[in-house]
């Protein structure tokens, strides 16, 4: 299902992309908060056949989409949403090019909005302390930090009514 919203496309990730998003995701900096380093084309293609297939667990749900900016006709990052027992915990990636420009925010907004329609009764997110823009997107979508950790990270959350 492709998400709109007034900019962007939230297109389903498939194994396609991965050549795109290489590029996309190269800046080691995207890894700064996050650890690790950019994955080769090939690893990425490999990472995208995984996602794609969906999750072994038939508990879990996998949700991954690429960020397509309309007017550029091009990828610009990702949002996904891993569902487990109605609480859906999202994150998101947007290549440093196109950082700054408020696609973070829109796509995660968009997502939220499409959780909302969705059998899930919260939402959340982990953000290392001092990813500000990270904490800008969350705050953007409707979540707010709590006084949870998990992996050095702060737990951000937001309950939605049950549908």
Avoid: C, K
């Avoid at 900019?7 to 795109?20: F, I, K, M, N, T």
């Avoid at 397509?68 to 990702?78: H, I, M, S, V």
């Amino acid at each position: 299902m492709i998400i709109s919203t007034d900019r962007l496309d939230l297109v389903p990730l498939s194994a396609e992309h991965a050549g795109e998003m290489a590029g996309v995701l190269s800046d080691p900096a995207l890894h700064t908060f996050t650890g690790g380093a950019p994955l080769s084309p090939d690893a990425l293609l490999a990472r995208y056949e995984r996602l794609a297939a969906g999750s072994p667990d038939p508990a879990v749900r996998w949700l991954n989409w690429v960020i397509r900016l309309r007017a550029e006709d091009r990828l610009t990052g990702t949002v996904q949403a891993t569902v487990t027992d109605r609480v859906a915990e999202i994150a998101w990636v947007v290549g440093t090019p196109w950082q700054g420009r408020g696609i973070a925010r829109e796509a995660a907004r968009g997502l939220v909005g499409w959780l909302r329609t969705q059998p899930v009764r919260a939402v959340l997110a982990h953000i290392r302390p001092g990813h500000h823009a990270s904490a800008a997107v969350a705050a953007s979508a409707g979540l707010t930090p709590s006084d949870e950790w998990h992996d050095g990270e702060v737990r951000w959350l937001l309950h939605l009514p049950l549908q």
